[in-house]
């Protein structure tokens, strides 16, 4: 054997790893959670707010598919199972208005892995609104793309400003863009409305913009009045969703991208880098997401009873940490907050808390609190937030006793019985805060 090849006295850097990489980490969400199941082996406290997985079960006739479609093994179509596509473009039409077909349909595993391969496919720089994922920006980077953060107003809840969008496109020499946007936001929970998603759809159609919308989080809308931008730019966004978030099904790694007609040489670009990847997702998992997308009662009824417990414990724990002199929003959709420390800057600093990093693992240590620093989305280190996903607690049994509300207001009483994990882990927080 050529010990070379072997590795035997190889140079290190031998492989010649790409330049893409240099300075790139694990994806934070990742990291924390598993740093967090680790401090929870060796016997710590651990309240995990760090990752955003839903904390709810996979709906039952969902459940029920999957098992029933546990015999289908062959390799599927690269663009997807055709019933589901046709039945993914009829949920964008039922729910949001966007009128696509099967045909306009790219199924994934996981919306994650679209995106990458989406930037793979196109030549073009992207525009990220700050703070966004924490993935979103790492993968232009390995992509080759150059990335240009859109600055928002914490007074504006951190939504994207069309009139920032158009300074920072005006300050680019003309050429292909992709910009991304996320709405229900993660990291900071407050979605965009139909006025200023027409503002944006027309900045975006005045530049020729290409726009990806990620609604992953779309269901999740808390008064379950979700918009999609494709209503207002129909040619030119692509709708990103998938089952991880409002199904409850992380793990099993299935994400949509619906394209406007007109985009079609895109989606098949995309599939022949598909079928050179990942071939095609989990026969029975897309049998089964067939059953998500189709919706009806079942579905309808989940999705209300997960939003009204969201909503809930969302309004009960912006107002605690607001009550400590901590500044954050309360959360419109999903189940993310992201507040911000530096009301107490000065005092931190005395005590050696310089950075959004030093702030969390301070929190972590003293009091078991896993979040992470704005650095993760991309503010400077120096800045003084955090993200949190408040989604440490068992979503089954709570789904069940909201049922028993019968659409009523979940109050203090359902939220110490049934999120008492996450209402401990705040009121540790800001325990913290007020010490300094």
């Known amino acids: 054997m050529d010990t070379a090849i072997a590795g035997a006295g190889a140079p290190d850097g031998w492989f010649g790893m790409d330049q893409r990489l240099r300075g790139l980490s694990p994806s934070a969400t990742l990291a924390i959670s598993e740093r967090s199941a680790a401090l929870k082996a060796s016997g710590r406290e651990v309240y995990r707010l760090g990752l955003g997985q839903s904390p709810f079960p996979v709906p039952e006739c969902v459940r029920e598919k999957l098992r029933s ?32 077909t099967g045909d306009d349909v ?3 595993p996981g919306s994650k892995e679209l995106m990458f391969i989406l930037q ?46 158009r300074h920072c496109c005006e300050g680019l020499p003309r050429g292909p863009r992709i910009l991304l946007l996320n709405y229900p936001n993660n990291p900071v929970g407050t979605t965009l409305g139909a006025d200023r998603l027409k503002e944006l759809a027309a900045v975006a159609r005045h530049f020729g913009l290409l726009v990806l919308s990620d609604e992953i989080y779309g269901e999740l809308n808390h008064r379950a009045g979700h918009v999609s931008i494709a209503r207002y730019y129909p040619e030119g966004a692509i709708v990103s ?20 007609e007109r985009l079609r040489s895109l989606l098949d670009a995309m599939t022949v880098v598909a079928s050179e990847t990942f071939t095609a997702v989990s026969a029975p998992v897309q049998f089964a997401a067939t059953r998500a997308f189709d919706g009806g009662v079942e579905i ?3 999705l209300d009873r997960s939003r009204a417990i969201l909503q809930a414990l969302g309004r009960a724990i912006s107002a605690r940490m607001r009550a400590s002199g901590i500044a954050v929003d309360e959360p419109e959709g999903g189940f993310y907050l992201m507040p911000d420390f530096s009301a107490r800057e000065k005092r931190l600093k005395l005590a050696g808390i310089r950075s959004g990093s030093d702030l969390c693992e301070s929190v972590l240590q ?32 709570a789904l069940a006793a909201a049922r028993k509300e019968n659409g009523g ?5 359902f939220l110490d019985t049934h999120c008492g994990r996450v209402l401990k882990a705040v009121e540790l927080l800001c325990d913290w805060f007020e010490r300094f």
Not at 77 to 91: H, Q
Not at 409 to 413: K, Y
Request: hydrophobic share 40%; glycine share 12%.
């Open 69 to 100: 479609s546990a015999h289908e093994k062959d390799y599927l179509p690269v663009r997807g199972l055709e019933r589901l596509r046709a039945a993914v473009a009829a949920y964008h039409a039922r729910r949001h208005g966007i009128m696509r």
């Open 120 to 165: 793979m496919t196109v030549e073009g720089e992207l525009l990220l609104p700050q703070p966004s994922w924490v993935s979103y920006e790492p993968q232009a980077r390995l992509a080759g793309r150059r990335v240009h953060w859109i600055p928002t107003d914490r007074e504006d809840g951190r939504r994207i400003d069309p009139v920032a969008l």
């Open 300 to 302: 309808d009824d989940y």
């Open 366 to 397: 003293e009091t078991g609190v896993a979040m992470l620093p704005g650095s993760c989305f991309g503010y400077p280190e120096s800045d003084l937030s955090a993200r949190i996903a408040y989604v440490d607690f068992d979503g089954a049994p």
């Open 409 to 413: 207001a979940l109050g203090a009483a």
């Open 106 to 108: 790219l199924i994934g």
């Open 241 to 260: 969703a998938g089952l991880s978030k409002w199904c409850g099904a992380g793990g099993w790694r299935l994400g949509t991208f619906s394209f406007p």
